[in-house]
């Protein structure tokens, strides 16, 4: 069994509520955590990882509540933060040697899985050149490569691809695909396409409030009969379609203009046509669509 059950937690900081009264069920496989800035992904995160402790509600391992777990819990926890730094001045093989000495393994251990580490998330070429002169998206493999160090049940990745160009994004996917079926995989990000192809379940969180949890396929469904395509040569209807439809995209041909919109009424435009949902049609009907696109 892995299983982790968050029940009704909420976190306030002074005034604000970071999560409220988020529950949810997770079982092994990858989530992804979805949401924009500020919606609250870290600091449920990071109650996970026990960085910082719930205000009220609770979290269940297997049953059991991660605070009586304790150590035994985090002993299954790997953690990447946000705001992961390696030590400028460690070579890459030599920090993930100390962390590895920090979480308690021994020293054939640790050198065994670091090289097998540092291979799988292809760093093991330059695994002696310091971490200083790494790339943001090589710095970013380190921190994988250091929350998979204990074998974690439960990995938990915060905006793992933050920083990353196309092809590493590429690389991470892959990467996740290789981990084990047996752990719960949390990742966070604002970008569809991180989770689209990865991800068994999206999970949506925003004001600190869980929007809904559920596979593409569900969550698609959903969205069924709300989104169109209008076309038209008016470039006044245009403009008025923009401020009154959250408009997706815009596609300006020679002949005439495609809108792609979300609404949950058909609109009265004369060709109007409902279309299959996308994911990124999701996002715009519950964010905005600003940062949702890779960039
Ligand atoms: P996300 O990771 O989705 O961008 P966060 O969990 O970092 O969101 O933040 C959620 C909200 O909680 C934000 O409004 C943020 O300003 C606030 N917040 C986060 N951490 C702290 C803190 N340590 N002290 C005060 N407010 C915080
Ligand atoms: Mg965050």
């Given amino acids: 069994m892995n299983k982790l059950e968050i029940v009704n937690l909420t976190k306030t900081y002074k005034h604000k509520s970071a999560n409220e ?71 890459a093989r030599e920090f993930l040697m100390y962390m590895a000495a920090l979480k308690g393994m021994n020293n054939s251990e640790a050198k065994k899985k670091v090289d097998e580490l540092l291979k799988l998330v292809g760093l093991y070429e330059v695994r002696n050149k310091n971490v200083s002169k790494f790339s943001g998206g090589m710095k970013r493999r ?15 990745l915060d905006e793992p691809t933050a920083g990353l160009d196309p092809q590493e994004r590429t690389r991470f996917r892959n990467l996740l695909s290789n981990i084990g079926t047996e752990t719960i995989v949390i990742l966070s990000t604002h970008i569809i396409s991180d989770i689209e192809s990865v991800a068994k379940e999206t999970i949506m969180i925003k004001d600190g409030k869980l929007l809904l949890k559920g596979t593409h396929r569900e969550i698609l469904e959903d969205m069924k009969g709300k989104v169109y395509t209008i076309t038209t040569k008016n470039e006044s209807e245009v403009n008025e379609i923009q401020r009154n439809y959250k408009v997706v995209s815009i596609n300006r041909g020679v002949e005439d203009t495609q809108l792609r919109i979300i609404s949950d009424k058909a609109p009265s435009y004369e060709n109007t046509k409902l279309t299959e949902p996308r994911f990124e049609d999701v996002y715009m009907f519950y964010f905005e669509l600003e940062d949702a696109r890779e960039v």
């Fill in 142 to 156: 380190v921190g994988i490569a250091q929350a998979l160090l204990n074998n974690p049940k439960i990995l938990i």
């Fill in 21 to 91: 009264n988020i529950s949810l069920t997770l079982n092994s496989g990858v989530y992804g955590l979805l949401g924009p800035n500020g919606a609250g992904k870290s600091t449920l995160m990071k109650q996970l990882a026990t960085i910082t402790t719930p205000s009220s509600g609770k979290i269940l391992y297997n049953e059991k509540d991660i605070v009586s777990l304790d150590d035994e819990y985090r002993a299954l926890v790997g953690y990447l933060p946000q705001d992961f730094d390696a030590y400028k001045n460690f070579k």
